[in-house]
């Protein structure tokens, strides 16, 4: 099982201490629980027909040109 760790700001982590005390929950348990919820679902219901059919039929997507890419150092 893999471990994550993340930073959230104090009033958020209050919120989850509270509620994970008030699911009778270890805190780890409590948010695992929902990110399990909410990521392990796969994509939401319709997901895909309505992103697909966002565009009129017929529409084209426009790509606007952008900028030459900056020239970076190699990686040593």
Do not use: C, T
């Not at 700001?9 to 509270?18: F, N, S």
């Not at 409590?30 to 697909?52: M, S, T």
């Not at 997507?61 to 190699?74: A, G, K, N, Q, V």
């Amino acid at each position: 099982m893999a471990q994550l760790h993340f930073y959230v700001p104090d009033d958020v982590a209050e919120q989850i201490k509270a509620r994970a005390q008030q699911a009778n929950m270890p805190i780890s348990r409590y948010v695992a629980e929902l990110v399990k919820r909410d990521v392990g679902q796969g994509w939401p219901e319709h997901y895909f027909e309505r992103i697909a059919g966002a565009a009129e039929e017929g529409a084209s997507i426009r790509h606007e040109p952008s900028d030459p890419p900056e020239e970076r150092l190699p990686l040593e």
